[in-house]
């Protein structure tokens, strides 16, 4: 980061001073953050600790306070300074990880800029302190459109003395594997507008931390232009909430109620689980194609019985799904070619040709 950019983040932070808003200057500080990943980060600490004005050293406490160190890689779900600091209204800075004596960065190390964060956080107003401190007051989840090709994951925070509530949604592309794409934080009014049903936090934080740590591991994963500068602070807040369920579990298949009374039912429902997998809530007319015409003719052993009750079996999830025409026309149109399709073996993956053997050879296949 240039010395331009260092002068313009200590206007910003003079104004911030003035606001003594903890909500402005974690949201500011998420984005100083994501600009610190294209690199200078080392020269923009060494400005700040010796410049050693107020402006500089809530920058300093900014920063540490949203998402650890930004001369280590931010995203990575590790945080610094074990116990952190004690802050003047019994708060503490943000913290616990392993990076506070990393020698290999260069210069002071880590652990200097980390010690000067915490100091900073002393020497400042009481409101730098409620940086972080906040409680987690209710949680949602569900599509955010039609299909569900997007979900929406919520969680409604307030600091700890009441004030500044607000919502932070996260964007998760199920189409791609469930990777978190967009991310905002608005007003808690922001979610009358959403149709999210209510969820545990505890559940919704780690749908949020596996969508996080998925989009980390996809190299050029492609996300929304805002998404890099809010991902410092929606990952300090998903980690904020106590006890996140990781890997998180989705009811939607253990409610499904609908279930039709016909033989080979359970056994089609079964395979239906198998396909939608982790990601339920997508349910279009081109994934009802790609099940009834490509996945189950390639994946799929079933019973003459689960074969015939598989259209009930569809029609059944597609009205749980949303009941939406489109989606059961669709389901109409490709019905009647799965049993054909299903006695053609040349359409069979090699692991299904593989067990199909298996099954000949031991003759429970004819």
Not at 53 to 77: S, Y
Not at 187 to 201: S, T
Not at 315 to 337: I, K, M, N, Q
Request: negative net charge.
């Amino acid at each position: 980061m240039s010395t331009s950019a260092f002068t313009t983040a200590i206007a910003q932070a003079r104004d911030l001073l003035r606001w003594r808003s903890p909500l402005r200057t974690e949201l500011w500080a998420a984005r100083l953050c994501a600009g610190l990943e294209q690199g200078g980060a080392e020269e923009f600490v060494r400005e700040l600790v010796a410049s050693d004005t107020t402006e500089a050293r809530l920058t300093l406490a900014a920063l540490i306070g949203v998402d650890g160190a930004p001369l280590a890689r931010v995203g990575t779900g590790e945080r610094l300074g074990g116990d952190g600091g004690a802050a003047e209204d019994g708060g503490s800075v943000q913290g616990g990880g392993s990076y506070a004596d990393d020698e290999g960065s260069g210069g002071e190390g880590l652990g200097a800029w980390a010690e000067a964060g915490r100091e900073a956080v002393r020497a400042l107003p009481g409101w730098v302190a409620r940086m972080g401190q906040v409680t987690c007051e209710g949680a949602w989840y569900g599509k955010a459109d039609r299909y569900g090709q997007q979900t929406l994951a919520a969680l409604h925070f307030c600091y700890h003395d009441g004030k500044e509530p607000h919502v932070l949604v996260v964007g998760i592309d199920q189409v791609n594997g469930g990777l978190a794409v967009d991310a905002l934080v608005d007003e808690v009014k922001f979610l009358d507008d959403l149709r999210l049903d209510p969820a545990e936090p505890g559940v919704v934080a780690g749908r949020m931390l596996d969508a996080f740590e998925l989009t980390e591991r996809v190299m050029g994963a492609m996300v929304a232009d805002t998404f890099p500068s809010v991902r410092p602070f929606a990952l300090g807040r998903a980690l904020a909430v106590p006890h996140p369920v990781r890997p998180a579990p989705d009811d939607v298949v253990s409610t499904f109620r609908r279930l039709p009374g016909v033989p080979g039912a359970e056994e089609a429902f079964e395979k239906l689980v198998e396909f939608v997998g982790d990601r339920p809530l997508w349910w279009s007319p081109a994934r009802v194609s790609q099940f009834l015409t490509s996945w189950l003719p390639r994946e799929a052993i079933l019973s003459q019985e689960a074969i015939a009750a598989m259209p009930e079996v569809v029609r059944a999830w597609s009205r749980s799904s949303g009941d939406h025409r489109e989606v059961l026309e669709r389901v109409e149109t490709e019905a009647p070619l799965l049993a054909g399709l299903m006695a053609d073996e040349s359409l069979a993956g090699l692991g299904k040709r593989i067990a199909l053997s298996r099954l000949r050879v031991e003759g429970d296949q004819p």
